[in-house]
């Protein structure tokens, strides 16, 4: 679980990025009652959520429709940056669906690799990749031993499962996850003054 302090560090490593580029309004409150939330509103017409929790239910849904809905005015773009831990979000999904690789199975079109780069969605990141142009999501990378601090955004794809082989009789029907989806592309933005583009955070010094 994502604790307070690390929760703290991703508030203010992006605010300190964002900062100087935009006009930044931080604010946390309870969108929910006994839910903590962080977002930024940015220039007034984006709003950045720190999805550094789980949002149960539909609370993830709700929080999407009140920003888009907020001013009917005036077209508010909501980008959920997401906490990229590796236990709440951006879980892999190799452990647990290696053997449909290794064993032929539904994953058996897969290589080694991209089992890898398999990722197991919790529902926030599904709704988001659901919606999300070009299918990035964007996360806050913290400093560890082999990784540093910074914005990663990755390109997904879904998984497909292959049930060829079984007997046409016994086959599910071919189709592609919603659940698991393989990273293809990412973009790094390590150490980075950001400012808010046409769909993400984005290096300020490109236009």
Not at 167 to 175: A, H, I, S, W, Y
């Amino acid at each position: 679980m994502i604790n307070r302090v690390q929760r703290d560090r991703m508030r203010d490593y992006v605010m300190a990025k964002l900062e100087g580029s935009s006009h930044v309004r931080p604010v946390r409150t309870q969108v929910f009652p006994g839910v903590d939330s962080t977002y930024f509103v940015v220039d007034e017409r984006a709003v950045v959520l720190l999805v550094d929790q789980e949002y149960p239910g539909e609370r993830f849904t709700d929080f999407r429709r009140a920003v888009e809905t907020s001013r009917p005015e005036t077209f508010v773009q909501f980008l959920p940056l997401f906490y990229k831990d590796g236990k709440t979000f951006f879980r892999s999904a190799a452990k647990d669906n290696f053997y449909k690789q290794q064993r032929c199975l539904s994953l058996k079109e897969y290589s080694a690799e991209d089992m890898r780069r398999m990722i197991a969605f919790r529902p926030e990141e599904k709704e988001t990749i659901a919606r999300a142009p070009g299918r990035w999501l964007q996360y806050y990378q913290p400093e560890s031993e082999r990784l540093h601090e910074g914005i990663v955004s990755f390109k997904f794809a879904p998984v497909h499962f292959d049930y060829s082989h079984m007997l046409p009789e016994d086959r599910p029907g071919e189709k592609d996850s919603t659940r698991l989806h393989i990273w293809n592309d990412k973009r790094e933005y390590i150490g980075n003054d950001l400012r808010f583009g046409k769909n993400s955070l984005i290096p300020r010094e490109t236009q």
